[in-house]
T-cell receptor
Framework: DTAVSQTPKYLVTQMGNDKSIKCEQN?????MYWYKQDSKKFLKIMFS???????INETVPNRFSPKSPDKAHLNLHINSLELGDSAVYFC????????????FGPGTRLTVT | DQQVKQNSPSLSVQEGRISILNCDYT??????FLWYKKYPAEGPTFLIS?????DKNEDGRFTVFLNKSAKHLSLHIVPSQPGDSAVYFC?????????????FGKGTKLSVIP
């Protein structure tokens, strides 16, 4: 029974396209996150979101936008894809009581050609 | 500007011996520290954590030590097993803004040799 799932697992697309990555958690958590792992293997926070507040890492281009249809889902939309967007994107979730313990999805490897 | 640093990209240890993974941080606002384990093609999985009010936390074979004055933490795995071979990420957070955004180190790849 998958706790945090992401689709698709792999995504290959061309520069300039718009794409979305979906994330769902069945843990009943109230906060969800998107992280980017770049070619240097750094995992960096992009967004954190609960039903009250969206916190955006200021280094994230505004071509990236999170969309949450409900508490269990946080999708990532990317407009006008660029070569530098190629990375592995991880979704995660947590509860406010967890003290920072987050549960991660398996990742989506995005390749922009 | 790396706020969380793992200076050893890799570590090899014999099965049954102790593995010690190190992590340093620069931001004194961090008040919660975590270790994650990651296998290839999977997401990181939570291993163990420690609050800044403690200096040690133990869970089975895993112990995390925190030295706040040195801004240093370490993960000890005793005894090491081949299944422990993975990349270990140190992460830190602070409880401001109502959500725990994690700042990760670059990871240390642990290889446990049978």
């Amino acid at each position: 029974d998958t706790a945090v799932s992401q689709t698709p697992k792999y995504l290959v697309t061309q520069m300039g396209n718009d794409k979305s990555i979906k994330c769902e958690q069945n843990l009943g958590h109230d906060t969800m996150y998107w992280y980017k792992q770049d070619s240097k293997k750094f995992l960096k926070i992009m967004f954190s979101y609960n039903n009250k507040e969206l916190i955006i890492n200021e280094t994230v281009p505004n071509r990236f936008s999170p969309k949450s249809p409900d508490k269990a889902h946080l999708n990532l939309h990317i407009n006008s894809l660029e070569l530098g967007d190629s990375a592995v994107y991880f979704c995660a979730s947590s509860t406010a009581l967890s003290g920072g313990e987050q549960y991660f999805g398996p990742g989506t490897r995005l390749t922009v050609t | 500007d790396q706020q969380v640093k793992q200076n050893s990209p890799s570590l090899s240890v014999q099965e049954g011996r102790i593995s010690i993974l190190n992590c340093d941080y620069t931001n004194s606002m961090f008040d919660y520290f975590l270790w994650y384990k990651k296998y290839p093609a999977e997401g990181p999985t939570f291993l163990i954590s420690i609050s800044s009010i403690k200096d040690k936390n133990e869970d089975g074979r895993f112990t995390v030590f925190l030295n706040k004055s040195a801004k240093h933490l370490s993960l000890h795995i005793v005894p090491s097993q081949p299944g422990d071979s993975a990349v270990y990420f140190c992460a830190a957070s602070f409880s401001g803004a109502g959500s725990y955004q994690l700042t990760f180190g670059k990871g240390t790849k642990l290889s446990v040799i049978p």
